[in-house]
């Protein structure tokens, strides 16, 4: 063998070495690509079933909370409903701090007018 072969047969070499490369880094981008698909679908089903478990235990708690707001609720309104009512001596009340306040009103006017 002489030099020119012996190049010509490491080339082969190296073509063949490059096809072996490149066969192996498109094996491992379709790995890579099965990998990521895989790992998508999981993350998504899992992440559909963790917020299906919070929708509910969000709207289990709200419900909760609105049932005891409205108790409450309807316990005041009750004991608003049982006092008794004083309607007259309201009335009186108003219409006195009504009244006092027009008297004074009118006394500043003559105050003033007096001035």
Same mark, same amino acid.
Not at 7 to 33: S, Y
Not at 38 to 51: C, G, M, P, V
Not at 75 to 94: G, I, V
């Given at each position: 063998?002489?030099?020119?072969d012996i190049l010509q047969h490491l080339l082969e070499i190296e073509g063949? @070495?490059?096809?072996?490369?490149?066969?192996?880094?498109?094996?491992?981008?379709?790995?890579?690509?099965?990998?990521?698909?895989?790992?998508?679908? @999981?993350?998504?089903?899992?992440?559909?079933?963790?917020?299906?478990?919070?929708?509910?235990?969000?709207?289990?708690?709200?419900?909760?909370?609105?049932?005891?707001?409205?108790?409450?609720?309807?316990?005041? /309104?009750?004991?608003?409903? &049982?006092?008794?009512?004083?309607?007259?001596?309201? &009335?009186?009340? @108003?219409? &006195?701090?009504?009244?006092?306040?027009?008297?004074? &009103?009118n006394q500043a006017n003559e105050c003033e007018r /007096?001035?």
């Amino acid at each position: 063998m002489d030099d020119t072969d012996i190049l010509q047969h490491l080339l082969e070499i190296e073509g063949q @070495a490059t096809v072996l490369v490149d066969d192996a880094q498109a094996e491992a981008d379709r790995r890579i690509k099965e990998a990521e698909e895989k790992n998508r679908i @999981a993350f998504d089903e899992s992440y559909q079933k963790l917020t299906a478990e919070l929708e509910t235990e969000y709207r289990t708690l709200t419900d909760a909370v609105k049932n005891e707001y409205n108790k409450i609720l309807d316990e005041y /309104r009750e004991s608003l409903d &049982s006092m008794p009512r004083q309607n007259e001596n309201f &009335s009186a009340l @108003a219409f &006195s701090l009504l009244m006092e306040e027009k008297c004074l &009103s009118n006394q500043a006017n003559e105050c003033e007018r /007096r001035s």
